[in-house]
């Protein structure tokens, strides 16, 4: 059976729930899904699904699998429609989001470039730190960082994004510099609010288990670019993103501490609806987005945010 004929399956099961929805896309007998579903998983040797009569929910593998063909099929698609497109100019009207703080720094100084490239393009940007509906609200495309959750829409992972404790070198002539995580009980730690989406605290892998930090000092704020300035003014230590305070780290405005106990990265994303073929604007934009992230040197500006 066709491996690619496989993936494209699990994909329409997994993000239509359940194997009559997905047969009915391709006006076959669910049967027919089910045989391609479970030559796939002999295939890779690990259960992709659970399947009850009522209920299909994805294994933490399939859920992996999951991201991974998605984005396998809209690199493909996205390949494929640039190849036939020639060239062609991007028209029409791009709706886009991201968090406010990364889309001041990495989504909104990108669209000038981007539009001098399609000038036949319309864009309104959002920056929002709620999570927007995009199919309901009837966006293109979002930029998220972190963790996603289960959805039926489309993500791509763009770059990765650690998490790192920095503080500036004034405070850590002054204080010291921490050794270990249980030594942040000892210091002035620079928190977001607990009204705040950061609830489970900073995050560390210690002897291979997660531990999460939520001591704080005398300064918390709900405004994550607070906390930035307030840790270059030599206030204590904060736990930021990696795209936040690496040209700050790279300039010695801050100094990172605690690598040795970082937690995994998360990802960078472009998000859209699931559709069976984007609008030639928004691949273009996914792609001129993946050609500045992919190149670990833009993450590393100094100066002015990138």
């Given at each position: 059976?066709?491996?690619?004929?496989?993936i494209?399956t699990?994909?329409?099961?997994?993000?239509r729930?359940?194997?009559?929805?997905?047969a009915?896309?391709?006006?076959?007998?669910?049967?027919?899904?089910?045989?391609?579903?479970?030559?796939?998983?002999?295939?890779?040797?690990v259960?992709?699904?659970?399947?009850?009569?009522?209920?299909?929910?994805?294994?933490?593998e399939?859920q992996?699998?999951?991201?991974d063909?998605q984005?396998i099929?809209?690199?493909?698609?996205?390949a494929?429609?640039?190849?036939?497109?020639?060239?062609a100019?991007?028209?029409?009207h791009?709706?886009?989001?991201?968090?406010?703080?990364?889309?001041?720094?990495?989504?909104?100084?990108?669209?000038?470039?981007?539009?001098?490239?399609?000038?036949?393009?319309?864009?309104?940007?959002?920056?929002?730190?709620?999570?927007?509906?995009?199919?309901?609200?009837?966006?293109?495309?979002?930029?998220?960082?972190?963790?996603?959750?289960?959805?039926?829409?489309?993500?791509?992972?763009?770059?990765?994004?650690r998490?790192?404790?920095?503080?500036?070198?004034?405070?850590?002539?002054?204080?010291?510099?921490?050794?270990?995580?249980?030594?942040?009980?000892?210091?002035?730690?620079?928190?977001?609010?607990?009204?705040a989406?950061?609830?489970r605290?900073?995050?560390?892998?210690?002897d291979?288990?997660?531990h999460?930090?939520?001591?704080?000092?005398?300064?918390?704020?709900?405004?994550?670019?607070?906390?930035?300035?307030w840790?270059?003014?030599?206030?204590g230590?904060a736990?930021?993103s990696?795209?936040?305070?690496?040209?700050?780290?790279?300039?010695?405005?801050?100094?990172?501490?605690?690598?040795a106990?970082?937690?995994?990265?998360?990802?960078?994303?472009?998000?859209?609806?699931?559709?069976?073929?984007?609008?030639?604007?928004?691949?273009?934009?996914v792609?001129?987005?993946?050609?500045?992230?992919?190149?670990?040197e833009?993450?590393?500006?100094?100066?002015?945010p990138?």
């Amino acid at each position: 059976m066709d491996r690619f004929t496989q993936i494209e399956t699990f994909v329409a099961v997994a993000t239509r729930g359940s194997f009559t929805a997905a047969a009915a896309l391709e006006d076959v007998a669910p049967a027919v899904i089910g045989r391609r579903i479970d030559a796939l998983e002999a295939r890779l040797g690990v259960r992709l699904m659970h399947r009850t009569t009522r209920k299909l929910t994805l294994t933490p593998e399939g859920q992996n699998y999951l991201e991974d063909c998605q984005r396998i099929l809209a690199e493909l698609a996205g390949a494929e429609s640039l190849v036939s497109a020639g060239g062609a100019q991007a028209s029409g009207h791009l709706r886009l989001t991201a968090p406010a703080g990364f889309g001041r720094r990495h989504v909104a100084p990108l669209l000038p470039g981007f539009l001098a490239q399609h000038p036949q393009l319309r864009v309104s940007l959002n920056l929002a730190d709620r999570v927007i509906d995009l199919v309901h609200e009837g966006y293109d495309c979002a930029v998220r960082v972190g963790d996603l959750p289960d959805s039926s829409l489309v993500s791509q992972r763009l770059a990765d994004n650690r998490r790192l404790v920095v503080a500036a070198p004034a405070y850590l002539a002054r204080a010291g510099t921490p050794q270990h995580p249980r030594e942040l009980l000892q210091h002035e730690c620079l928190m977001l609010s607990s009204d705040a989406s950061q609830t489970r605290g900073w995050a560390f892998r210690i002897d291979g288990q997660m531990h999460y930090h939520r001591q704080g000092g005398r300064l918390d704020c709900s405004d994550g670019q607070v906390l930035h300035e307030w840790c270059l003014q030599g206030l204590g230590l904060a736990w930021r993103s990696s795209w936040e305070v690496a040209g700050d780290c790279q300039a010695g405005r801050l100094v990172s501490v605690l690598d040795a106990f970082a937690a995994p990265p998360n990802g960078i994303y472009a998000v859209t609806p699931e559709r069976s073929l984007q609008p030639l604007r928004v691949r273009l934009w996914v792609e001129h987005l993946r050609a500045h992230y992919a190149r670990s040197e833009y993450w590393l500006r100094t100066g002015s945010p990138a």
